[in-house]
T-cell receptor
Framework: DAGVIQSPRHEVTEMGQEVTLRCKPI?????LFWYRQTMMRGLELLIY????????DSGMPEDRFSAKMPNASFSTLKIQPSEPRDSAVYFC??????????FGEGSRLTVL | AQSVTQLGSHVSVSEGALVLLRCNYS??????LFWYVQYPNQGLQLLLK??????LVKGINGFEAEFKKSETSFHLTKPSAHMSDAAEFFC???????????FGPGTSLSVIP
């Protein structure tokens, strides 16, 4: 399997612009997680899905953030409008529920 | 609520020396515990996991961790550090194998030649 695939790997945008991050989980994995990593706050869980349904979105910072999983092979994390403090590495991870998360290589977002 | 603390944001050891990375957890139920490693510009990958079987868990690359319920600890060790071990290490906790995984702040390991 190709592993968890995230795109784009790098994104530089200006404040106020919409940002969309994409994730393709490993086939057969029915849990998908979005994490954000920063130096100041470490790894934060934003939201996770089970069978395409959001289970816990308590980590989503505010209404500017939204996540969707329209099918088992695709998820998006959208930030609108983006702010400089959103600059971070965003990771997607998937699992079949056996306790091991498989991470993508991350999307590094810079908001100027 | 579950949480993880890692003592020492940065640990430096000499090549060939013992590696000890500390992790303490808080959980209202018997926890599932994990150690993940992150190399520069990469995602995290699992080193080892504890799921209520043996208290001493062996992982990849010679790492192992011991679950101590009385101390609420899950420290990671390796008898002899190698240069390739330099990375960021994260301890994590989950209340079930199907639940969200909460990560500690991480410990950066440097290995001195």
């Amino acid at each position: 399997d190709a592993g968890v695939i995230q795109s784009p790997r790098h994104e530089v945008t200006e404040m106020g612009q919409e940002v969309t991050l994409r994730c393709k989980p490993i086939s057969g994995h029915d849990y998908l997680f979005w994490y954000r990593q920063t130096m100041m706050r470490g790894l934060e869980l934003l939201i996770y899905f089970n069978n395409n349904v959001p289970i816990d979105d308590s980590g989503m910072p505010e209404d500017r953030f939204s996540a969707k999983m329209p099918n088992a092979s695709f998820s998006t994390l959208k930030i609108q409008p983006s702010e400089p403090r959103d600059s971070a590495v965003y990771f997607c991870a998937s699992t079949s529920g056996a306790g091991e998360l498989f991470f993508g290589e991350g999307s590094r977002l810079t908001v100027l | 609520a579950q949480s993880v603390t890692q003592l020492g944001s940065h640990v430096s050891v000499s090549e060939g020396a013992l590696v000890l990375l500390r992790c303490n957890y808080s959980s209202s139920v018997p926890p599932y515990l994990f150690w993940y490693v992150q190399y520069p510009n990469q995602g995290l990958q699992l080193l080892l996991k504890y799921t209520s079987a043996a208290t001493l868990v062996k992982g990849i690359n010679g790492f192992e961790a011991e679950f101590k319920k009385s101390e609420t600890s899950f420290h990671l060790t390796k008898p002899s550090a190698h240069m390739s071990d330099a990375a960021e290490f994260f301890c994590a906790v989950s209340e079930t194998p199907y639940d969200k995984v909460i990560f500690g702040p991480g410990t950066s390991l440097s290995v001195i030649p």
